[in-house]
């Protein structure tokens, strides 16, 4: 019925992070742009010092000005306010602009990185964990990323003009500046106060997020159970309860990280409400009104910055809570793991299993003690019931999981020492249901070979069952298969599944036959493009139709991960054991010798 919110449960991979190891992953990101962010840098301190500078012209000015009152003194003040204006507007702008061009590139390679990292894991980790919540930690979190950043150069900002600030101040009145310095932990303190606590709404803030995104993909695609079977008002229910308690946790985070400016903007208020008491006094004691203006509006820049800067760890938990996403994605641990790389330029197909030990989860094993020798070009088929380890086989033959004990040898060679990538190109899987990416039937078959030309994308296609079933697409092999290969039959999706497979050519074949329902001719198209495949080859295949079975040079017969019975299907049949009764409960009605008992 969908993922329904409860509490808001981590991930596995997922890990705390200090503060100190995530700033210091983010610096390694933007090392490469060091000339870049001394740019950023010069230009921050160039605008901070315009900026503060304006007041201080006007200050002075306002002197001037009471002494003498002339014209050319106003419009000489007022020209040089707006070109201090001016320069500092430029400067934040080309600082703007950079500082977006710098963050881009850091996500950029960021989301690389974690997509990278995820692509990479084995399909462990995908039985493990939503589809969903991955997706939003490669999107949604990667992005917020930015955050971090953004807050970074507007601290700096903040703190270059503090340090010039207080200069100034300390060149107006030396005890007032104290006075001032000396209110401004009591600020930064509050503002501190809120770090913990935003640090955990921005975290449930993102688990909630995530599992709402993964509700929503599960929803989307199994939508078509979902209508058969009415449910449409159960999963918009689900929806609706895990949107509400979104809302319940945004609203929290809302609150509390609005709740820090009031406070602070109260804190600076009784704060200046104090100085401007004491600079009051003091303008008793002499000083001009030209300086108490600029010690005044000097206050009035002093807060803003000052509460950024203290208000600034509890904001930047909300950033740092997405990297800390990002970088548990990125740094999670494989579960299988390569001891070596070494290269495979060929591969005969010679298959050993040697007592090899094998579970999913560490709490039920699926294969105990399991050997097997396959000869190269071998064709073997692996019969028995539901959650006999059939799979599994073939699964580890392919490298997508890893076993926990034991030996599993490819021409020789242990598994975990071959170079991963250049294994794979020699092994071809035929799922028993086959996933069509989006493009045309061309685009899919040639998949596995992006190099291929299209000749030698039309020789495979037409090898399968002599190309016929390729007449019957709209626009041949140029045909769109929609999502998912929608817009192909299921016996059409199979039948591009074997050419894709046929024009890598692989050494080792390991094949799950679909068991979906087609009509009797796609069917025989499918079988002959199965026999196409299989020549010359080593294969594994999870056997459900007759025909492959009676056809395989060893028939191996499983039970509970263990092997039973093996020989060919003759061997098998004279026996009269598990193999021949598992023929006659669901094999022999495809025989085409087979009669339907009558009724009494």
């Known amino acids: ?172 009145n030396v005890w007032l500046t104290l006075l001032l310095i000396g209110i401004t932990p009591i600020a930064a303190g509050i503002a501190l106060s809120f770090r913990r606590i935003a640090r955990r709404v921005t975290q449930q803030s993102r688990r909630v997020t995530a599992t709402i995104n993964a509700q929503i993909q599960e929803s989307i695609s199994g939508i078509v159970v979902a209508k058969s079977f009415r449910q449409e008002r159960a999963i918009y229910t689900t929806f609706a309860e895990n949107n509400r308690q979104s809302y ?71 950033g740092l809570s997405a990297a800390e996403r990002v970088f548990a994605l990125i740094d999670a641990e494989p579960k299988v793991v390569q001891t070596a790389a070494e290269p495979v330029d060929a591969i005969t197909g010679h298959i050993e299993f040697r007592n090899l030990r094998f ?45 926990q004990d034991g030996r599993l040898l490819i021409d020789g060679r242990d598994i975990r020492t071959l170079d991963l990538a250049q294994y794979r190109r020699h092994i071809g899987l035929v799922p028993q249901e086959p996933f069509l990416f989006s493009g045309t039937v061309r685009d899919n078959i040639r998949y596995g070979l992006p190099e291929a030309t299209d000749a030698q994308v039309l020789a495979a296609a037409q090898r399968i069952s002599h190309g016929d079933w390729i007449a019957d697409l709209p626009n041949g092999l140029d045909t769109d298969v929609g999502e998912r290969g929608a817009n192909l039959s299921m016996g059409q999706r199979q039948l591009v599944a074997l050419a894709r497979v046929l024009l890598k050519a692989p050494s080792i074949l390991v094949l799950d036959e679909a068991t979906a329902s087609v009509d009797p001719f796609t069917e025989a198209q499918i079988q002959e493009g199965l026999e196409t495949l299989m020549r010359d080859r080593t294969a594994i295949v999870i056997a459900h139709r007759l025909s492959t079975i009676k056809h395989a040079d060893r028939i191996i017969v499983m039970d509970h991960g263990r092997i039973i019975e093996e020989g060919t299907h003759a061997h098998l049949m004279a026996q009269g054991g598990h193999y021949a009764a598992l023929y006659n409960t669901y094999f022999r009605h495809q025989s085409p010798d087979y009669t339907p008992p009558v009724d009494a």
């Open 248 to 318: 319940r946790i945004g609203l929290k985070r809302d609150i509390t990280m609005n709740s820090i400016f009031p406070v602070m903007g109260m804190a600076s208020g009784l704060g200046t409400a104090l100085v401007l008491y004491a600079s009051g006094l003091a303008t008793r004691s002499g000083v001009s009104p030209g300086n108490w203006y600029l010690f005044m509006q000097a206050v009035g820049f002093f807060w803003w910055p000052v509460i950024n800067i203290a208000s600034f760890w509890s904001q930047f938990q909300d």
């Open 1 to 172: 019925m969908g993922f329904i919110l409860d509490g808001l449960d981590t991930e596995s991979y997922d890990r705390n992070y200090s503060d100190k190891d995530l700033l210091k992953r983010i610096v390694d990101y933007f090392r490469p742009y060091t000339k870049e962010m001394l740019l950023v840098g010069f230009l921050l301190l160039l605008n901070s010092a315009t900026s503060t500078a304006s007041p201080i012209l006007i200050a002075r000015g306002i002197d001037m000005v009471a002494q003498h009152p002339t014209l050319n003194m106003i419009v000489l003040l007022a020209v040089g306010v707006l070109l201090l204006n001016i320069v500092a507007w430029i400067a934040n702008y080309i600082r703007r602009m950079a500082s977006a061009r710098i963050i881009g590139d850091v996500v950029l390679k960021v989301r690389e990185d974690v997509f990278a990292a995820t692509v990479k894991h084995d399909l462990s980790f995908y039985d493990e964990h939503s589809s969903g919540r991955i997706v939003s930690r490669v999107t949604s979190d990667t992005q917020d990323f930015s955050a971090v950043v953004t807050l970074v150069t507007d601290l700096i900002s903040q703190v270059l003009l503090v340090a010039i600030l207080v200069v100034w101040l300390f060149t107006i």
């Open 359 to 403: 579970s999913y989860t560490g709490n039920e094993t699926v294969l105990p003690d399991f050997s097997l020798d396959i000869a190269p070009r071998e064709t073997v088929a692996l019969v028995g019931h539901t959650g006999a380890g059939k799979s599994s086989i073939a699964r580890l033959v392919t490298r997508f999981y890893e076993f």
